[in-house]
């Protein structure tokens, strides 16, 4: 069953907290979190602090998604944090081996994310050792853009190339993810869908998550 991982990027910072019981009480199971440094994306999000904040008011996942210069560098502060899955860019990171068996050695899950135009073939000899894909489906760094067509084909793709290692490999898709497409992603692979302003919009969480999960 595809699960929804709202992004709280799109939250209202002033009562963050209070959104996230909500997302619990509506049975959410993940948040994604967004953590950018104007260096990587042109954007600055916020870090470890925000983490610590709301790590104590819920038992949620917390998927941590790096889209950060040289992330190795902060994995293991990150994990104090509170993230349970650590997610890096493929782009971002000199030496993935090394970086995916510290995330690995702390104990958390290990996810490698792909923004659009970068091939699925880059993970041909670090796939059997992750526990999940990102690929992004618009290019990162803002939150409200439009879904890429073309990555559709990708998330097919990727499942195709997950089914011959015959591990239990997820795939998540980030961007653009609202009522119109989330069940084509579904329908090509996608086993986590990211959703940001398709959760927060009009501070109606309960009722975008009833229309989310209607149109899954």
Not at 51 to 62: H, M, N, Y
């Amino acid at each position: 069953m595809a699960k929804i991982a709202p992004s709280i990027l799109s939250a209202d910072f002033s009562r963050l907290g209070e959104q996230v019981k909500r997302l619990g009480d509506k049975g959410i199971e993940i948040l994604h979190i967004d953590v950018m440094d104007g260096r990587f994306v042109p954007n600055i999000s916020f870090g470890m602090p925000i983490i610590k904040s709301i790590r104590p008011l819920t038992k949620q996942i917390f998927d941590v998604h790096l889209m950060i210069e040289e992330p190795s560098k902060y994995i293991e502060e990150f994990v104090k944090a509170g993230a349970d899955i650590i997610t890096i860019h493929f782009e971002a990171e000199r030496h993935i081996d090394r970086a995916v068996k510290l995330i690995k050695s702390l104990g958390v899950k290990a996810c490698i994310a792909l923004n659009p135009a970068t091939p699925i073939s880059s993970l041909e000899y670090i796939l059997e050792d992750l526990d999940m894909v990102l690929l992004m489906t618009v290019n990162p760094g803002f939150g409200g853009q439009k879904y890429i067509p073309y990555c559709s084909n990708k998330i097919k793709d990727l499942k195709e190339m997950i089914n011959r290692t015959n591990k239990n490999i997820l795939i998540e898709v980030d961007g653009g993810i609202d009522k119109t497409n989330i069940a084509s992603a579904i329908e090509c692979g996608a086993d986590i869908l990211v959703a940001g302003s398709a959760v927060f919009n009009n501070d109606a969480i309960e009722e975008n998550i009833k229309t989310l999960n209607e149109a899954m």
